[in-house]
Every structure is written in structure tokens, then in C-alpha cells.
């Protein structure tokens, strides 16, 4: 089997890692990919947004099956896009189609879901853009701190969250003014969960599902979580207050019900669900729904996955997930990023990247990186995510940071507390 895996950060140079040591899968491509995915298989330089392109590609390399990574081209409709081409139609394409996907392209309408679906999340009223008016209005009669949110897909930047009303109505105001253009069509304002944070995931086939290791992430840029929003600094996998208790009311309060609501709208779904969950004294929340999977949180899931990878997504693909089983590793596994000084500020590329070689028991999962005359160079602002497994949390910790230690560039970052909160 010739598999495509889109996209070019860390959570697709774990795909790829996993999915190459699958007696089943002869070669991988990654399109755009990194210098990681030149590991495991052979990059294409194509756009993951460019369907024709990507048709092309599929074409070209006798693919077999196409995995999407991150959320745009699903948010777009790639998925539709391969049902209606008479070629393509063969190929499957893990992911749900572009309806589905609008559970993280937009937020109205997954907390419109939300409610239809008596699935427990924030309380919240949506605007329009031109009722900022009214938004301002309603905001005023709230306690702080505020939630506000663009609707659409904001690359991470859509989220405000602050105790001054004043900067809450100034937030609406520069939404109103287009700030964040198409995604800031409507505003969401919701209640402020108070609680701890974390990650569940599944993979399904509209019918059954099967639940992937729990993952925390840490996605401020400064130590102690503060500073500004970046893609992830950092994640560990199981999450030690994610009990089996706990996890069973993630399952039939908001996994079960996500999936029969899915299914009583009609709504089709094939792929990942990331669900972004609050624990607010031990009942779990929804904040948000990802279409994907997360990224780092891949880095710390996908290494626990024992069983064939390729087969589960096999049975997502063909409807039999059911049959399939997924055993999962129960070593912790955390993982830090290493990222560029500047970040997620504006930050240089292009640095060589040195010590690769003598990272000997990790797992060092590139993101931001390309090959420059046969060097591996810094190319984006998340640059390697730097994996261990361990018995303990603070063995997988210990582990990824002594590895981590060995890896240099020029400007390196990194936060030196990940796990911090739970140890
Ligand atoms: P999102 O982009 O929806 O993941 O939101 C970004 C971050 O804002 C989340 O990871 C949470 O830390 C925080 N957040 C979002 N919604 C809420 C809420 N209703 N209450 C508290 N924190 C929230
Ligand atoms: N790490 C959060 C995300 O992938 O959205």
C-alpha cells in the first residue's frame, strides 16, 4: 500500500513513522512534508490546499489511501472534493468531509451541536458581525472573566479570554471591524469554564469508534503556562487525572453523544475527533471540537499505539473499525518542543540544526525543518518535538529533556516545566 500523508508538522512525521513500520505499507509520501517525513518516506512539494495537485500526486504514485493532518483542506472540503472525482472516489481519505469538519470550522456551529446534543459545554450566545452592538450589550451583563471567540478557523488566534470588560469590548469591536476577516463572521461569547485541561481522542467510521490515549498539552509559550497562545510546547500522554471513572464519562456523556448526533443529522464522519476538554471537578466539558488529530499531542499518542496503524485506519476507511483492535503501550510518554527564539512572535529560519546524531534513545519528531544542501535546517517556528517513554511521568520527562539538551540551533527555546502541573 502507497499511503499520502498531508501536511508538514510533527503530528504527520509521527504518521509517518508509524505507518512505515507496517508490513502492509510499501511507501509514503508527504506532501508538503519536513526533513522527518524524508525519513520515512519521500516529500512532495504540493499544497495541501491545491485538490488539483493533490489529485495529481494521488495519480502519479499509485496512492492507495490519503491521511489529512491538519484541519484546512478538511475545513475546505477535500473530503467531498475525492467523493465527487470519478478517480478518486477509489482512494479513501481519512478525515471527514467538509460538514463534519465544521465542528472546528466553526465554533457557532459546534456549540449549536453542542446543545442540540445535551453534551455538556460552556453556556454561550453567538452574534453576528454586524450585532456587535448587541454582543457588547449581553457582554455587560456578564461576570468576568470573558470568553470571546471568532467563529472560524484563526490559526489558534481566535480565543480571547481576559478579566478587563474593557478589553472584552474592544476585542468585539476589532472583530466587528474584520480583524480576523471571513472567521470573524460571528462572534461566540460563553461562560468561563473553571478547571483543568485535556485532550481525548478517537478514531471512527461513523459506526463504532475506538479511543486513543488521553494527552495534555501546554500551549503557552512561557514557563508556569503563561505568555502567549503558540500550537503546543509540550505533551504528555496518559493523563494521570484522566481515570478510568473520569473517562467514562468522557465516553457516554460527550463521545457517545457526538457520535449519535453526528449520525441523527446525517452527517457522515470518517477520521479523528479531537475533543478539547475542561475538568471542572470531575465532570468533563467540552471547549471545542478538532477535526484532527492535535499536534504535539501526536508525538506522545501516536508512540503508544502498539497495533498496526495502517490497519485501523484500514477499518476506518472500509466501515469495519469494529473488528480491529488497538492496544495501547502503558508507559508514559511525554514530549517537548523545541522551538525558534522569537516564536510565536516572528522568529529567522534557516539555522542548521546539530546533535540530531547523538539523540540515541528518543524519539525526535521534526516540524518546522527542511534539508538545505543536505543539512537539516530550522524552517518554521515549532522546529523538533523530542519524545520518551518512561515508566513514570517523570521518567518520560527526565528523558525527553536529556535528550532534548543534546539538540542545539541558534535562538533555541524550549519550556523546562512541561508536566509541571502534574507531578
Ligand atoms: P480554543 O481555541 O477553543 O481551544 O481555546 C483556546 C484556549 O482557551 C483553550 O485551550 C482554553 O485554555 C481556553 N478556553 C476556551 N474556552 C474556554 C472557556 N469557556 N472557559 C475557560 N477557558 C476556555
Ligand atoms: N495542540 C493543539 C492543537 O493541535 O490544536
Given at each position: 500500500m502507497n499511503i499520502l500523508i498531508l501536511?508538514?508538522?510533527?503530528?504527520?512525521?509521527?504518521?509517518a513513522?508509524?505507518l512505515v513500520?507496517?508490513?502492509?505499507v510499501n511507501k509514503i509520501f508527504a506532501a508538503p512534508g519536513?526533513?522527518?517525513t524524508a525519513?520515512s518516506g519521500v516529500n512532495l512539494q504540493i499544497?495541501p490546499?491545491?485538490f488539483a495537485e493533490v489529485r495529481k500526486a494521488v495519480s502519479e504514485n499509485a496512492i492507495n489511501m490519503v491521511i489529512?493532518?491538519?484541519?484546512?483542506?478538511?475545513?475546505?472540503?477535500?473530503?467531498?472534493?475525492f467523493?465527487?472525482?470519478?478517480y478518486l472516489?477509489n482512494i479513501p481519505l481519512?478525515?471527514?468531509?467538509?460538514?463534519?469538519?465544521?465542528?472546528?470550522?466553526?465554533?457557532?456551529?459546534?456549540?449549536?451541536?453542542?446543545?442540540?446534543?445535551?453534551?455538556?459545554?460552556?453556556?454561550?450566545?453567538?452574534?453576528?458581525?454586524?450585532?456587535?452592538?448587541?454582543?457588547?450589550?449581553?457582554?455587560?451583563?456578564?461576570?468576568?472573566?470573558?470568553?470571546?471567540?471568532?467563529?472560524?478557523?484563526?490559526?489558534?488566534?481566535?480565543?480571547?479570554?481576559?478579566?478587563?470588560?474593557?478589553?472584552?469590548?474592544?476585542?468585539?469591536?476589532?472583530?466587528?471591524?474584520?480583524?480576523?476577516?471571513?472567521?470573524?463572521?460571528?462572534?461566540?461569547?460563553?461562560?468561563?469554564?473553571?478547571?483543568?485541561?485535556?485532550?481525548?481522542?478517537?478514531?471512527?467510521?461513523?459506526?463504532?469508534?475506538?479511543?486513543?490515549?488521553?494527552?495534555?498539552?501546554?500551549?503557552?509559550?512561557?514557563?508556569?503556562?503563561?505568555?502567549?497562545?503558540?500550537?503546543?510546547?509540550?505533551?504528555?500522554?496518559?493523563?494521570?487525572?484522566?481515570?478510568?471513572?473520569?473517562?467514562?464519562?468522557?465516553?457516554?456523556?460527550?463521545?457517545?453523544?457526538?457520535?449519535?448526533?453526528?449520525?441523527?443529522?446525517?452527517?457522515?464522519?470518517?477520521?479523528?475527533?479531537?475533543?478539547?476538554?475542561?475538568?471542572?471537578?470531575?465532570?468533563?466539558?467540552?471547549?471545542?471540537?478538532?477535526?484532527?488529530?492535535?499536534?504535539?499531542?501526536?508525538?506522545?499518542?501516536?508512540?503508544?499505539?502498539?497495533?498496526?496503524?495502517?490497519?485501523?485506519?484500514?477499518?476506518?476507511?472500509?466501515?469495519?473499525?469494529?473488528?480491529?483492535?488497538?492496544?495501547?503501550?502503558?508507559?508514559?510518554?511525554?514530549?517537548?518542543?523545541?522551538?525558534?527564539?522569537?516564536?510565536?512572535?516572528?522568529?529567522?529560519?534557516?539555522?542548521?540544526?546539530?546533535?540530531?546524531?547523538?539523540?540515541?534513545?528518543?524519539?525526535?519528531?521534526?516540524?518546522?525543518?527542511?534539508?538545505?544542501?543536505?543539512?537539516?535546517?530550522?524552517?518554521?517556528?515549532?522546529?523538533?518535538?523530542?519524545?520518551?517513554?518512561?515508566?513514570?511521568?517523570?521518567?518520560?520527562?527526565?528523558?525527553?529533556?536529556?535528550?532534548?539538551?543534546?539538540?542545539?540551533?541558534?535562538?533555541?527555546?524550549?519550556?523546562?516545566?512541561?508536566?509541571?502541573?502534574?507531578?
Amino acid at each position: 500500500m502507497n499511503i499520502l500523508i498531508l501536511g508538514s508538522g510533527g503530528r504527520e512525521h509521527a504518521l509517518a513513522w508509524k505507518l512505515v513500520q507496517s508490513s502492509r505499507v510499501n511507501k509514503i509520501f508527504a506532501a508538503p512534508g519536513n526533513a522527518g517525513t524524508a525519513l520515512s518516506g519521500v516529500n512532495l512539494q504540493i499544497d495541501p490546499e491545491n485538490f488539483a495537485e493533490v489529485r495529481k500526486a494521488v495519480s502519479e504514485n499509485a496512492i492507495n489511501m490519503v491521511i489529512v493532518g491538519p484541519e484546512a483542506p478538511l475545513v475546505a472540503g477535500i473530503h467531498d472534493f475525492f467523493l465527487n472525482d470519478s478517480y478518486l472516489r477509489n482512494i479513501p481519505l481519512i478525515g471527514p468531509s467538509g460538514k463534519a469538519a465544521m465542528l472546528e470550522g466553526s465554533k457557532d456551529f459546534a456549540k449549536s451541536f453542542l446543545v442540540r446534543h445535551s453534551i455538556p459545554t460552556a453556556a454561550y450566545r453567538s452574534f453576528s458581525r454586524d450585532a456587535i452592538r448587541e454582543a457588547t450589550k449581553f457582554l455587560q451583563t456578564l461576570e468576568p472573566p470573558f470568553v470571546i471567540k471568532a467563529d472560524g478557523l484563526a490559526a489558534g488566534k481566535g480565543v480571547a479570554i481576559t478579566s478587563s470588560l474593557e478589553e472584552a469590548e474592544k476585542e468585539l469591536k476589532e472583530i466587528g471591524s474584520g480583524k480576523f476577516g471571513e472567521a470573524g463572521g460571528k462572534v461566540v461569547i460563553e461562560q468561563f469554564l473553571k478547571g483543568i485541561e485535556l485532550s481525548a481522542f478517537i478514531i471512527t467510521d461513523g459506526r463504532s469508534y475506538k479511543l486513543l490515549p488521553s494527552a495534555k498539552d501546554y500551549k503557552r509559550i512561557g514557563e508556569g503556562d503563561t505568555g502567549l497562545n503558540t500550537g503546543g510546547m509540550g505533551a504528555v500522554s496518559p493523563v494521570p487525572f484522566a481515570s478510568k471513572g473520569f473517562m467514562e464519562k468522557v465516553r457516554t456523556r460527550i463521545i457517545e453523544p457526538t457520535l449519535s448526533g453526528l449520525a441523527e443529522e446525517g452527517i457522515e464522519y470518517k477520521g479523528f475527533i479531537f475533543f478539547g476538554l475542561m475538568n471542572v471537578s470531575g465532570d468533563p466539558y467540552v471547549i471545542e471540537y478538532n477535526a484532527r488529530l492535535g499536534d504535539p499531542e501526536s508525538e506522545v499518542i501516536i508512540p503508544r499505539i502498539r497495533s498496526d496503524l495502517f490497519d485501523l485506519m484500514e477499518g476506518v476507511a472500509t466501515g469495519t473499525l469494529a473488528e480491529k483492535t488497538l492496544e495501547i503501550d502503558d508507559q508514559y510518554v511525554a514530549t517537548v518542543m523545541l522551538v525558534s527564539g522569537g516564536y510565536p512572535g516572528s522568529y529567522a529560519k534557516g539555522h542548521e540544526i546539530s546533535g540530531l546524531d547523538s539523540v540515541k534513545e528518543a524519539l525526535v519528531f521534526h516540524a518546522g525543518t527542511k534539508l538545505s544542501d543536505g543539512k537539516v535546517v530550522t524552517s518554521g517556528g515549532r522546529v523538533l518535538a523530542v519524545s520518551h517513554h518512561g515508566r513514570s511521568l517523570k521518567e518520560a520527562l527526565d528523558g525527553a529533556y536529556s535528550n532534548a539538551r543534546a539538540i542545539t540551533f541558534k535562538d533555541i527555546y524550549y519550556r523546562t516545566d512541561i508536566g509541571f502541573d502534574l507531578q
